[in-house]
């Protein structure tokens, strides 16, 4: 999960190494998302996608309707993922061009308490 490195990413004050791991593992999963979103016939045969959702439709009847409505909610749901793996990228490209600009500011606040032990 990229979660756990982008939080170690957030407690570095801008550490490049730990922002670029965490935006490699958050721009794996996003292409893992499009992937199982796509459902491409020969790469992801296992993935109910956009492709398998046209097949089941076209197969017609009312067992092909259901898994094709099912494959939609699959569909739903990945875009989901991906929306949301998206904004934690926006999110971490923001925080690492900040920097550490933020805790020393709250440091200038405060008088030179260090955040660890406010």
């Not at 490699?24 to 045969?45: D, F, K, R, Y």
């Not at 099912?70 to 989901?80: E, P, R, S, Y």
Request: charged residues 10%; aromatic residues 12%; glycine residues 12%.
């Amino acid at each position: 999960m990229f979660y756990k490195s982008q939080f170690g990413s957030a407690q570095t004050d801008g550490a490049t190494y730990s922002y670029i791991r965490s935006f490699l593992l958050i721009m794996i999963h996003m292409a893992w998302c499009v992937l199982m979103l796509l459902g491409i016939p020969n790469i992801t045969s296992f993935s109910a996608g956009v492709f398998p959702m046209l097949q089941q439709f076209q197969s017609g009847g009312s067992k092909g309707t259901a898994f094709g409505i099912m494959f939609i909610i699959n569909i739903c749901l990945w875009g989901l993922a991906g929306v949301g793996c998206w904004v934690c990228l926006g999110l971490a490209v923001k925080a690492y061009r900040r920097g550490d600009a933020l805790r020393r500011q709250n440091e200038d606040r405060m008088g030179g308490i260090q955040m660890n032990q406010a």
